[in-house]
C-alpha cells in the first residue's frame, strides 16, 4: 500500500499530478486539524499517517500485527507516529519511553477506551479513572489480592480445579478455552464476592455475564436483536441484581467477604454509591476472567509442543504431589512459592503470548517526549508484544525458552501486566490460579495430563 506523508517528501505516490494535489489538500486539511497552532517549531515522531481518514488502519488489520510492528520500528526507531482506526498516535516500543508514559508521566497519559466498551462495563469503573478517585479504588482492589488475601482463597481455588477435571472424566475432547474460561471465571466470583458465596446468591449472574462479553467484542450496533443490544440489556440486569445483593449485605450487616466485602466496609467518608461499586464488580470480573484463560491456554498449548519442558514441570509437581499425600493435605500457598520450573513456563508464557499486546493512552496535553511532539488528544501506545520480542532484550525472541527467566529480565522490558499506576493488581491470583491448575494437571491427575501429553 502507498503511504502518504507530509515529510519526509520521498513517501509521496508519483503517478498523476492531479491525485497527489487532492491527497495534498486533504492532508493539509487533516494536519491543520490535529497539528495543534504555535508549535510549528516542535518536531512530530517520525512514520508514515497512512492514507487520509483511515490512515494505517487497513494495513494493521490485513498484515500480521508483529509484521506491522516491526517494519514500523526498522524504518522510524523506538517511537514512531501512525494513524489507525480514525485516530493519529504514537506507538512507542522502548522500555524506557514506555516507562515515561506509564510510570514517570503517567498524569499527563490518561487510559482511553471505545466509548462502547466503557458503557458496557460501566463508567465509574477503576480503569477509566485518573487520579485521587483511581487511587482510592486501586487500593481497595490491591488490598484485597495481596498474597496474604490469596493465601487463604487456596483451598477454595484447588476446590474449583478438581471440579473442573473431574467433569472432564467422561468426555474425550474439551475445548480448552472454554474450560479455562469456566475455571477462570469462578475463580473471579469467589476473589469477588467472597469464599462462602451461596450458589442461589448468584443465580443467573453466569448468563448475563456472558451476554455482556459476547457483546464487548461486537460491533457496537444498539439496534434491537444485535449481541451489542443484548448485551446492553443483560448489563441493566446485571445492574440489578448486584444491587439487590448490596442491599441485602447492607441491611443483614454482613459484608461478606471477597472485593464486594471490602466495597461494603469502607467508613462512611470514603463510601462508594452502588453504582460505583457494580461498575467495579463487573470491571474486575471482566479484568480477571479472559485474561487468564488465554494465558492459561497458551500454556497449556506451549507445554504440550515442548514435551521436555512438560517432563521437568511433571517430576517438579510429582515432588510436591507425593509430599502431600504423605501428610494427607490440600496444596498450599506455600507449595506454589516452591515450583520454580512451572513459574518461569508461566513468565515465557506470557512473554510469548504477550495476550495484551499493548495499550492506549491518550495525551492529557501537549508532552514532549524524547525532543518529539505528542500532540494533546493523540493516543499514545506502548508496544508490550514489541518490547517483549526485542532481541536486545530477550535473545532469540522467537524461541520459547523459560531458561531465559533464570535471570530477571532488564527492568521496564518484561511488562505482561503493564507498568505504573494502572499495573494489574491481579497478577499475584492469575499466577497462583495457573500454579494449582497445572500441579493438578500434570502431577494427580493422569487423564487429564492424558489431554497434554500422548505419553
Ligand atoms: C494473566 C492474567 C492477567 C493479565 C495478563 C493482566 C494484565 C493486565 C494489564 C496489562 C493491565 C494494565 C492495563 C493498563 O495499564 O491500562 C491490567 C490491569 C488490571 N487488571 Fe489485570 N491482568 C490479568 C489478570 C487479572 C486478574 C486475575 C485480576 C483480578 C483482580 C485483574 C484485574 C485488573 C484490574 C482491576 C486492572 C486495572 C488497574 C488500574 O486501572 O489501575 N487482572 N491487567
Ligand atoms: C455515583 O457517583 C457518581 C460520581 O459522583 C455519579 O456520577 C453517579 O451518578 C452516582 N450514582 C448513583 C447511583 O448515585
Known amino acids: 500500500m502507498m503511504s502518504v506523508v507530509v515529510p519526509p517528501p520521498h513517501f509521496l505516490p508519483s503517478p498523476s499530478l492531479v491525485f497527489l494535489f487532492l491527497v495534498a489538500l486533504v492532508c493539509i486539511f487533516i494536519w491543520g486539524r490535529h497539528r495543534p497552532a504555535g508549535n510549528g517549531h516542535r518536531r512530530l515522531p517520525p512514520g508514515s499517517m497512512g492514507w487520509p481518514y483511515v490512515g494505517e488502519t487497513l494495513s494493521l488489520y490485513t498484515q500480521d500485527p508483529n509484521t506491522f510492528f516491526s517494519t514500523r520500528q526498522i524504518r522510524y526507531g523506538k517511537i514512531f507516529k501512525s494513524h489507525i482506526l480514525g485516530c493519529p498516535c504514537v ?209 497449556l498449548k506451549y507445554l504440550h509442543d515442548h514435551p521436555h519442558l512438560l517432563y521437568a514441570v511433571k517430576i517438579e509437581q510429582e515432588e510436591i504431589r507425593c509430599e502431600r499425600l504423605a501428610k494427607k493435605r490440600g496444596i498450599t500457598w506455600d507449595d506454589t512459592r516452591r515450583m520454580p520450573v512451572t513459574t518461569r513456563v508461566i513468565q515465557e508464557t506470557l512473554r510469548a503470548a504477550s495476550i495484551l499486546s499493548f495499550l492506549f493512552r491518550e495525551a492529557v496535553e501537549d508532552v514532549e517526549v524524547e525532543g518529539y511532539l505528542i500532540p494533546r488528544g493523540w493516543k499514545v501506545l506502548p508496544l508490550f508484544r514489541t518490547i517483549h520480542y526485542s532481541s536486545d532484550f530477550f535473545p532469540d525472541p522467537d524461541k520459547f525458552d523459560p531458561s531465559r527467566f533464570e535471570i530477571a529480565p532488564r527492568a521496564n522490558t518484561f511488562m505482561p501486566f503493564g507498568n505504573g499506576v494502572h499495573s494489574c493488581p491481579g497478577s499475584e491470583l492469575a499466577k497462583v490460579e495457573m500454579l494449582i491448575l497445572i500441579h493438578h494437571l500434570t502431577a494427580s491427575f493422569r487423564q487429564a495430563y492424558n489431554i497434554l501429553s500422548p505419553f
Open 91 to 299: 506507538m512507542i516500543s522502548n522500555p524506557e519511553i514506555a516507562k515515561i508514559i506509564l510510570v514517570t508521566q503517567s498524569h499527563l497519559f490518561k487510559p482511553t477506551y471505545p466509548i462502547s466498551k466503557e458503557m458496557m462495563i460501566g463508567p465509574q469503573a477503576i480503569f477509566f479513572h485518573q487520579g485521587s478517585y483511581h487511587s482510592k479504588l486501586k487500593k481497595l482492589i490491591q488490598s484485597s489480592f495481596l498474597p496474604s488475601t490469596i493465601k487463604g482463597m487456596v483451598y477454595k481455588i484447588e476446590d474449583i480445579v478438581l471440579d473442573l477435571l473431574t467433569s472432564w472424566k467422561h468426555t474425550n475432547t474439551i475445548n480448552t478455552l472454554h474450560e479455562m474460561k469456566k475455571y477462570s471465571y469462578e475463580v473471579s466470583i469467589i476473589s469477588v464476592f467472597g469464599k462462602e458465596i451461596e450458589v442461589n446468591e448468584i443465580e443467573g449472574l453466569k448468563h448475563m455475564y456472558h451476554c455482556i462479553e459476547k457483546g464487548y467484542n461486537s460491533m457496537p450496533l444498539n439496534l434491537p436483536g444485535t449481541p451489542f443490544n443484548k448485551a446492553m440489556k443483560a448489563r441493566k440486569l446485571l445492574n440489578e441484581k448486584l444491587k439487590k445483593m448490596i442491599e441485602k449485605r447492607r441491611e443483614i450487616g454482613e459484608y461478606g467477604g471477597g472485593l464486594l466485602g471490602a466495597f461494603l466496609g469502607l467508613n462512611e467518608k470514603d463510601q462508594l454509591n452502588d453504582s460505583q461499586i457494580a461498575d467495579n464488580i463487573i470491571g474486575v470480573i471482566f479484568a480477571a476472567h479472559d485474561t487468564t484463560a488465554s494465558v492459561l491456554t497458551w500454556l
